[in-house]
């Protein structure tokens, strides 16, 4: 099982940005992919970005295209989501996962992690 854990959470204002990270460890030669959710007051978890972690191939929810960029660090074992031009609608909790490229943008059924909270005031 690979565990991780989020940082780099913050306060900012809108147009502002955050770059959060994700350490991995334990059995990261299970981890095919690596995706970022969030988790918006009063709602459900949404997925935001997925990078394939040999490939490098990504994938963004349209809300977040343009704003957002996803990348790792093979030799950190860490995974990162750069938020440009951040708006009062990121605010949420954002956490990370890791699993198979097919399979990543799946919401339910995960065991999530504490998150980092990013709030972004108007």
């Known amino acids: 099982q690979v565990q991780l854990v989020e940082s780099g959470g913050g306060l900012v204002q809108a147009g502002g940005s955050l770059t959060l990270s994700c350490a991995t460890s334990g059995r990261t030669f299970s981890r095919d992919a690596m995706g970022w959710f969030r988790q918006a007051p009063g709602k459900e978890h949404e997925f935001v970005a997925a990078?394939?972690?040999?490939?490098?191939?990504?994938y963004y929810v349209d809300s977040v295209k343009g704003r957002f960029t996803i990348s790792r660090d093979n030799a950190k074992n860490t995974g990162y989501l750069q938020m440009n031009s951040l708006k009062p609608e990121d605010t949420a909790v954002y956490y990370c996962?890791?699993?198979?490229?097919?399979?990543?943008?799946?919401?339910?059924?995960?065991?999530w992690g504490q998150g980092t909270q990013v709030t972004v005031s108007s």
């Open positions: 990078i394939g972690w040999s490939t490098g191939t990504t």
């Open positions: 996962a890791a699993g198979a490229w097919y399979d990543i943008a799946r919401v339910t059924g995960r065991n």
